[in-house]
């Protein structure tokens, strides 16, 4: 904390307080020091005058309060130099707290003192609205933000609840490279790298092929990291660079995915609920949709979600007749979720338009244990996953039908060879699920710094 001095050229030293000797006090533990004198440390956030008064609010990264400023209970220099300091200048401020029901908060600090640590001219986000790419262009500034703030404290519970949910339920980390020889997902959306030796390398488009290895030798595993996908999409839902969460099960079926997937993202929902009540205010959250999240969730096979399509077409209300056989777009994720306040977990997809490691249904070979869990209002698919195919020459026949190099598969299929089991596993994306969670419009700003098909800066 305060021990090592600050000062530079910039500084000023507006009271006899030192920076280097005052303890920290955060804003949102304000309510253990009712009536004590403290030093909080930050940023203003805003500022009014009235007279005599002044009413900075500074912001700590914990919250925001409301500081009160007489005239006459600060030295000259102080008040001098708050009167006229800019948004986002950096200052500690000293005061005692007092406990005010009308306060945002709940507190507001009596100031005694203050140090400007560097005073901030000209911030370009003001209070008035700014265009999405401006905002975008600084999002460097952005993150300081009520509403930007929020999100992030809700993705940082969304990934908190996904590892101690997993840990506690006899998952071991074990994470995957993010250099890989070959493609998991499909050719189309990989990002190739120069590797040493005039070798390419791809950035990872998943851990799975990695999660199947260590979960051989772990039993149940998670890997959670960055993952890529050059995606020339431009929609809501798509990052290059998201980070995904895949747990994966030795000695497990489809129907072992589509469960945990239920208590996975019911857990999520509990925790956000729970630890982030203010920051779904701040965000104006239904918070009934989050609490409707609980198993069971409804399981629906792809025919029957084919179904639901025609008859929408029939009522006019999807504009064109789905082709059984196909992928769901946006569109069609969202009219089949619309039939639901719960996530639907869709099922048994045709294994032509999925990934070459997919398990097939024994009894009707064209359809991959495969499941897509759909969530409600529009936030369309949020985990993909399913059962993955053990047999040595059945992977051999798909590597070569997807137009995989078996070379850089060899040590993959040794895991057939070397006490091949029914295994299954998902994949969650953490921006994806974050943007369900706050009820916000896009994923990249579930991100601090997300990466776009136009956005590589700041
Ligand atoms: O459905 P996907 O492609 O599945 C896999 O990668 C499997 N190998 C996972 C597994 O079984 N271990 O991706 C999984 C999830 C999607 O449901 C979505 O939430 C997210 O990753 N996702 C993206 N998020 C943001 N931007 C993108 N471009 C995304 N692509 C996938
Ligand atoms: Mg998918």
Not at 146 to 170: G, M, P
Not at 238 to 267: G, I, K, Q, S
Not at 301 to 321: Q, T, W
Request: net charge negative; hydrophobic share 40%; charged share 25%.
């Amino acid at each position: 904390m305060g021990d090592r001095k600050l000062h530079s050229p910039i500084t000023h030293h507006l009271s006899l307080i030192t920076y280097h000797f005052m303890e920290q006090t955060y804003i949102n533990q304000l309510s253990a020091h009712v009536g004590e004198e403290v030093t909080l440390k930050g940023w203003l956030y805003n500022l009014r005058s009235s007279g005599k008064l002044l009413f900075p609010q500074l912001r700590d990264g914990t919250g925001v309060v409301q500081c009160v400023v007489f005239k006459k209970a600060v030295s000259e220099e102080v008040w001098e130099a708050l009167k006229g300091l800019g948004q986002e200048s950096a200052l500690t401020i000293r005061g005692t707290v007092r406990a005010d029901e009308r306060a945002p908060g709940g507190f507001e600090l009596d100031v005694v003192g203050a140090e400007v640590i560097q005073a901030a001219h000209d911030y370009p986000i003001s209070p008035k609205e700014h265009g999405t790419e401006f905002l975008m262009d600084h999002r460097h500034l952005w993150l300081r933000s009520r509403r930007q703030h929020a999100i992030l404290k809700v993705r940082h519970t969304v990934v908190k609840a996904v590892r101690d949910f997993l840990d506690a339920d006899n998952f071991t980390l074990a994470d995957a490279p993010v250099f890989t020889p070959a493609a998991c997902e499909g050719t189309t959306t990989l990002f190739e790298v120069d590797y040493f030796d005039d070798q390419k390398a791809y950035l990872t488009q998943s851990g799975q092929l990695y999660n199947e290895a260590t979960a051989a030798a772990f039993g149940k595993v998670y890997c959670f990291g960055p993952t890529f996908r050059a995606e020339k999409s431009k929609t809501r839902r798509h990052l290059t660079e998201f980070w995904m969460v895949e747990p994966e099960m030795a000695y497990a079926t489809l129907d072992d995915v589509m469960n945990l997937c239920e208590r996975f993202l019911a857990n999520i929902a509990a925790r956000v609920l729970e630890d982030r009540a203010e920051e779904l205010k701040i965000l104006e959250r239904d918070t009934s949709r989050l609490e409707a999240i609980v198993p069971p969730f409804p399981r629906l096979h792809y025919d029957d979600a084919v179904k639901i399509l025609h008859e929408g077409h029939e009522r006019g209300e999807m504009e064109s007749r789905f082709e059984w056989g196909g992928d769901f777009g946006a569109p069609d994720e969202t009219y089949i979720s619309s039939k639901y306040d719960k996530p639907v977990m869709v099922h048994r997809y045709p294994a032509a338009i999925k990934a070459f490691y997919m398990a097939r249904d024994l009894e009707r070979a064209e359809l991959a244990l495969g499941v897509d869990v759909l969530a409600p209002e529009g936030y369309g698919e949020v985990i993909g996953g399913g059962e993955r195919a053990t047999s040595l020459e059945f992977l051999r026949e798909q590597i070569a039908l997807h137009q995989l190099p078996e070379e850089a598969f060899d040590w993959y299929l040794d895991l057939r060879r070397y006490g091949s089991v029914p295994h299954a596993g998902f994949g969650m994306g953490i921006e994806r699920c974050t943007a369900w969670m706050c009820g916000i419009e896009h994923v990249r700003e579930t991100i601090p710094f997300p990466r776009m098909l136009y956005r590589l800066k700041p």
